[in-house]
């Protein structure tokens, strides 16, 4: 199995923590995103994982080889010109069965069942209540017909999550370059879903396959709902380094090279490797690799890499090497009373 992962969108939805870095190494619940989705596709027999780079691309490829041992390609997009255009760079890397993910979403599937599927290809699904705000799947006697992106009259509830297999990628290939062509876009983008559609009215047989688990991490609030969902799974992890006089309320993820003293934290809070914590309480909240928080309170935040946070009560989204301090009117730092 050949695995497409494009990797090269700017993520502006979470920014100020994608200036610095790009959206599959934003972290949530102690790793980042694209971790978690590598950690889920290595129970699949991986021959060539083509990541398709864009902004900050070099930082993908440093985290993909420092801890993954995989056959692994990287392939720049040289211009943003939609999902289409992306997975195109990866023709001449790839051929036969393939699995495209966007990794900017946590799933649980089964993968496994891939090698029985005897469609062209497969589109996975989660059924949702309010399908508007999402693109689905339009079936009969099992085979998808047609794709509808945010239908305002209800269609379909079945929606589609970011996951695509091709039983021979070069079909998929073929059908962007028409795509491309025909100039079938939005705005000035060439997205996968008209590809797809081109298939499905050339003949080829879709079908679709479920997912039990799909947490987004596309918006601020939406990354402090997967840090919850996956914190919720797994068991409380303290290290040495908290100190005694330190309270834990799991579920909570503390990296063993952080330091945690005085302070209450959780539940629902993941603390990234050399991150400082210290008379503070957090709840709710994802503090990243070598943050520093002193005497504050935070809830529902994000703190960036190397960020330094001091003082008050706060909700904050705090992008990496930023600097926050809580100061009286007066002008003197409220923390060094």
Not at 19 to 44: E, N, Q, R
Not at 130 to 146: A, H, K, N, Q
Not at 213 to 241: F, I, K, M, P
Request: with cysteine.
């Amino acid at each position: 199995m050949h695995v497409i992962i494009p990797v090269g969108g700017l993520g502006t939805r979470l920014r100020p923590h994608t200036w610095s870095k790009p959206k599959p190494l934003v972290t949530v619940a102690g790793k980042p995103i694209l971790g978690h989705v590598l950690d889920h596709l290595l129970s699949l027999p991986l021959e060539t994982v083509v990541f398709i780079t864009g902004f900050l691309g070099e930082q993908i490829e440093e985290y993909v080889r420092e801890h993954y041992d995989l056959n692994v390609r990287f392939v720049e997009q040289p211009e943003p010109l939609g999902q289409s255009h992306a997975i195109l760079q990866a023709k001449g890397l790839v051929e036969g069965p393939t699995l495209i993910v966007f990794p900017d979403l946590i799933f649980e599937a089964d993968l496994a069942a891939l090698a029985e599927c005897n469609a062209d290809g497969a589109i996975f699904v989660k059924e949702v209540e309010d399908p508007r705000r999402f693109g689905v799947v339009v079936f009969e006697d099992g085979r998808i017909t047609r794709l509808v992106e945010k239908p305002q009259t209800p269609v379909s509830r079945l929606a589609v999550v970011g996951i695509y297999y091709l039983r021979e990628i070069q079909d998929l290939f073929q059908a962007i370059e028409e795509q491309i062509a025909r100039d079938l876009k939005k705005g000035n983008e060439f997205y996968l879903a008209d590809a797809l559609q081109l298939m499905i009215d050339a003949g080829r047989r879709f079908v679709w396959l479920p997912v039990s688990v799909w947490e987004d991490c596309g918006t601020v609030e939406a990354l402090l709902a997967t840090n919850r969902y996956l914190l919720s799974r797994q068991q409380q992890s303290v290290t040495t380094n908290v100190q005694a006089n330190a309270v834990i309320i799991p579920p909570v993820v503390i990296d063993p090279t952080a330091t945690v003293e005085h302070s209450v934290i959780g539940p629902y809070v993941s603390i990234g490797p050399k991150a400082n914590v210290s008379h503070a309480i957090i709840t709710d909240s994802i503090i990243d690799e070598g943050a520093r928080i002193t005497m504050a309170t935070l809830t529902r935040s994000i703190v960036g890499r190397w960020a330094d946070v001091q003082g008050d009560f706060m909700q904050v989204n705090v992008g990496d090497s930023s600097q926050i301090r809580f100061e009286r009117t007066d002008g003197t730092a409220r923390n060094n009373k």
